[in-house]
């Protein structure tokens, strides 16, 4: 199982990597989502894979679930909702003031255009 959520963290950072340096804004924002993912169930995992075992210990409970990492997905969830939503909007205000959504801001050079 643990090789499973491995390869998983593994092509979720590979393809966010690979949007993020993308040179259009849309597959920046889905690769900057695909990383905050990543990061998220690499912090689940780090707390242990433990099936059906409760997340905080008990007079009659010897194995737990450490309830640590859960609060951390929790925060992460909310700051990357926070920063997906910041970036979508500055990346909308630059579509709609040039009209085009490259990132480097170099499309007449790409387009064939001289200077």
Known sequence: MELLIASGIGVLTAAGIYL???????????????????VNVFLFTSGRLVVGAPPVLRDDVTAY??????ALVLTAIVISFGMTAVVVMIGLGAFLGSDDDHVDDQADDQAGGTS
């Open 20 to 38: 993020v340096l993308r040179l259009r804004t849309f597959p920046v924002i889905l690769g900057i989502s695909l990383l905050t993912y990543a």
């Open 65 to 70: 679930t450490d309830p640590l990492p859960q």
